[in-house]
């Protein structure tokens, strides 16, 4: 089939990469010239696992193609992906003029019948309003139908989660819309779920709103551990072989970041405003969230104690392991209050140095673990990144000015640590002395 993604982010990017690895002829477009000539030149936009392998053989083949004009794309696809960003406004609401945009740049360049598809994350009604905009802009009367097709793929995962997701859904009103979305996923095996357009953009709202909720409820459980002498990690291993209850999800840590759970919890809360519902418990999951980063940084300062002159090294600083986002990470507030209070920062991360550097100042950046460590008086955990699970624990104690360990993602096995000599602070587990 002939597809077009308008969009080459994390969404857009993977989507029409796997789409053409399926044997699609693929166009993307992008609005930014620099990506698309980066993108025909091999290079990627950010890093992802797999991606770039994929990219090069597709374009190489002939199925996957990179332009910046839109029309081209528009021209294209007989679908047609919006999967342009739909960030939040300053009060958490969807800025959706971005997707409005490309809607009428669609209405006016189409001249034949098209499904088209919007990925991005949206409030539910926007596929009506897609709808509208386009009927009003198209200059004939020329057939299209709008179809809700949320993405929930995971940045370091993102095209195993294409390729193997747990399921597709599909939000309609049109048959012929419906056969077109079936036959192009035909060869992905997931379960598929097809529903009127809003009920499919509430799928992707609610869950991201569950799966954040779920954090919030075990970093909630983690706080009752530490006052109680519990070990979260035993309470979510027997909470989580219940199948109703499951066990991804359930790691207590320094709260969730990356693009979208923060947005688009703010965002359901906007719209449950909307439509007259005081949304209180995705408001007491931010709450969790925001409460758990600042529970974190007041424990690093109660252990440090005086903080002047103090000197702490940092392992990760992207928002998630296997990607070099940086969008609403952790890090970001935990490295700025320490600041604040005057301590050094050192860090490592080994894929988002590059763009913490213009997010974060002040910071001595290192080349691996082991320098992050050299003379400070704590080291910090802030991503899970596989790397730091097998360090050589006697350099890092040798290197550093006092042996402390404070570990936001429970990485390491608390007797095992103070066995190579450390004070080993984590999340929801008692301190063993
Ligand atoms: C996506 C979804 O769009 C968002 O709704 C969801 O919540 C998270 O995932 P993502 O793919 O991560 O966003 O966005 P981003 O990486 O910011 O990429 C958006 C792309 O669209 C950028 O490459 C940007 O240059 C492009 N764009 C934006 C256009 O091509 N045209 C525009 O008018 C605006
Ligand atoms: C999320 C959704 O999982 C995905 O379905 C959707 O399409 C986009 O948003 P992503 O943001 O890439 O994906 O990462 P995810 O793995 O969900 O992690 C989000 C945040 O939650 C990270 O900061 C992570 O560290 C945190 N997290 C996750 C926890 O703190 N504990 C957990 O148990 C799981």
Redesign the pocket.
């Known amino acids: 089939m002939n597809i077009s993604a308008i969009g080459a982010g994390?969404?857009g990017l993977s989507t029409a990469t796997v789409f053409a690895e399926l044997g699609n002829n693929v166009i993307v477009a992008d609005i930014s010239k620099e990506k698309i000539n980066n993108l025909n030149n091999g290079v990627m936009p950010f890093f992802e696992p797999g991606l770039k392998e994929l990219v090069i053989k597709n374009v190489k083949e002939k199925r996957l193609k990179f332009v910046d004009k839109n029309n081209y794309a528009i021209e294209h696809g007989d679908v047609i992906f919006i999967c342009v960003g739909t960030p939040p406004k300053e009060n958490w609401e969807t800025e959706l003029k971005y997707v409005e945009n490309v809607a009428i740049e669609i209405a006016k360049n189409m001249t034949s019948y098209k499904v088209i598809v919007h990925k991005s994350?949206v409030p539910v009604e926007t596929g009506d309003n897609i709808k509208k905009i386009i009927n009003d802009n198209v200059k004939e009367n020329i057939n299209f139908d709008v179809v809700s097709n949320?993405?929930?793929?995971?940045?370091?995962?993102?095209i195993k989660?294409t390729l193997e997701p747990d399921r597709i859904v599909i939000g309609a009103d049109s048959d012929r819309a419906i056969d077109i979305m079936k036959k192009l996923y035909g060869p992905i095996k997931a379960p598929l779920i097809i529903t009127d357009i809003r009920s499919a953009e509430l799928i992707?709202h609610a869950?991201?709103a569950f799966?954040?909720t779920?954090?919030s409820f075990?970093?909630s459980v983690a706080r009752i551990c530490e006052r109680s002498g519990a070990d979260v990690e035993n309470v979510a291993v027997g909470m989580g072989y219940d199948k109703r209850i499951a066990k991804?999800?359930?790691?207590?840590?320094?709260?969730?970041?990356?693009?979208?759970?923060p947005k688009?919890s703010q965002a359901f809360i906007k719209i449950a405003e909307k439509y007259g519902y005081d949304y209180k418990l995705l408001k007491a999951t931010n709450e969790i969230n925001e409460e758990q980063k600042q529970i974190f940084v007041k424990k690093i300062k109660d252990t440090l104690k005086n903080n002047d002159n103090k000197k702490v090294g940092i392992l990760g600083l992207s928002?998630?392991?296997n990607?070099d986002?940086m969008r609403?990470?952790?890090s970001i507030y935990v490295i700025q209050e320490l600041q604040k209070d005057g301590i050094k920062i050192k860090a490592y991360d080994p894929e988002s140095m590059e763009k913490s550097k213009n997010i974060l100042k002040d910071v001595e950046y290192c080349k691996n673990p082991y320098e992050a460590s050299e003379n400070t008086d704590a080291l910090i955990i802030l991503?899970?990144w596989n790397e730091f699970k097998e360090l050589d624990f006697k350099r890092i104690k040798s290197l550093m000015n006092n042996p402390l360990i404070i570990d936001g993602?429970n990485i390491y096995n608390p007797d095992d640590m103070v066995k190579e000599g450390f004070r080993y602070i984590s999340i929801g587990r008692k301190e063993v002395k």
Not at 252 to 261: D, T
């Open positions: 994390y969404v994350t949320p993405e929930f793929l995971r940045e370091g995962t993102a989660d992707k869950s991201n799966l954040a779920k954090i075990i970093n991804d999800f359930l790691n207590a840590g320094i709260g969730y970041g990356g693009s979208c759970f688009d928002f998630k392991p990607t986002d609403f990470a952790p991503t899970e993602r």
